[in-house]
């Protein structure tokens, strides 16, 4: 199985900055795309940003240069840097990876339990 662990949610003030992590661990041949995708109060899950295994980036508008998302493959980990946060960011953030677990294995979509992050004054 894979697992995908993700952790750096809390609580800050409009304005601040955060920093997710995920890490994927199990069996793992080769992690194809990250992400992170966040769910609202009451809103649908969004796409925030993704990373291919070749280091291309994707963003949503609405974080579009505010937000950074990076990997680091021999970690099997991918990070999403939140800067200048609105209250507006306040959602459960849940780590996305598509997974290839052997080499004859097709790639299996994986997701993390989520982290909360609020922002508030």
């Known amino acids: 199985q894979v697992q995908l662990v993700e952790s750096g949610g809390g609580l800050v003030q409009p304005g601040g900055s955060l920093r997710l992590s995920c890490a994927a661990s199990?069996?793992?041949?080769?992690?194809?795309?990250m992400a992170w995708y966040r769910q609202g109060p009451g809103k649908q899950r969004e796409l925030v940003a993704l990373?291919?295994?070749?280091?291309?980036?994707n963003y949503a508008d609405s974080v579009n240069g505010r937000f950074t998302i990076s990997r680091d493959n021999a970690k099997n980990t991918v990070y999403l840097e939140m800067n200048s946060l609105k209250p507006e960011d306040t959602a459960v953030y849940l780590c996305y990876a598509s997974v290839r677990r052997s080499v004859t294995d097709y790639s299996g979509n994986y997701w993390g339990q989520g982290t909360q992050v609020t922002v508030s004054s």
């Open positions: 990373v291919n295994s070749g280091g291309n980036t």
């Open positions: 199990g069996s793992i041949f080769s992690i194809n795309a």
